[in-house]
């Protein structure tokens, strides 16, 4: 950024490139689909058009479900980051044990933000798609985010960065991997 501070408008640029990637993955995405269902009908091959019928309407499911989240920046991160990486099989829930505050909703969206595009990013060198839980709890002050996943990633060096803003890290090892935590309380 040539240490130059950003303007509110490079922030909204930015915001708008990204969901205009998303946008341009999606519709290539989407339209890959189409043409597969219409060579199998052209080909009269009825019996494959079941599995990617049913591919489309899981993925439809699931961003209904995602965009009625209560908070509308934690819906646009996950639903986004799901078209764009599309190597991370997300799974997300969401429960809102109080109405956050909006300094709250923007610090859990940062950190939703940067967890997934560091997966992300990650995942475009993998083979295998990565299934990805992700557990959102909120709080009137805060946020609980825990995601389950055995990578190969230090966890806390990237939690390290959000210290300063309040937010704890955890990292719990169990028999099936290991569950990873961050937490933050803010003050009225």
């Known amino acids: 950024m040539n240490g130059h501070p950003r303007t509110p408008a490079a922030d909204i640029r930015s915001m708008m490139e990204d969901s205009l990637e998303v946008l341009r993955i999606y519709r290539h995405d989407l339209m890959n689909q189409v043409q597969l269902l219409q060579a199998y009908s ?7 058009l079941n599995e990617p019928i049913q591919s ?11 965009s009625s989240l ?6 646009y991160v996950v639903l986004s ?18 109405e956050p505050t909006e300094a709250a909703e923007v610090l859990a ?3 939703l933000l940067s967890l997934l595009d560091t997966l992300g990013e990650a995942s475009k060198t993998w083979l295998e ?10 709080f009137r002050q805060g946020y609980e985010i825990s995601w389950f996943a055995d990578l190969p ?3 806390a060096a990237w ?3 959000y210290a300063g803003e309040g937010v704890e890290f955890v990292q719990e090892i169990g028999e099936d991997g290991t569950e990873y935590r961050v937490r933050f309380q803010l003050q009225e």
């Open 129 to 138: 798609p990565l299934a990805l839980d992700v557990w959102i709890v909120s």
């Open 70 to 75: 209560p908070s509308s920046m934690l819906s």
């Open 159 to 161: 939690a390290t960065a």
């Open 42 to 48: 052209q080909l009269k091959k009825y019996d494959r």
């Open 109 to 111: 969206a940062r950190l």
């Open 153 to 155: 990633h230090d966890w």
């Open 81 to 98: 980051r799901d078209i764009k990486y599309q190597m991370l099989q997300l799974h997300v829930s969401y429960e809102q044990q109080e």
């Open 56 to 66: 489309l309407v899981q993925e439809a499911g699931r961003h209904t479900e995602w």
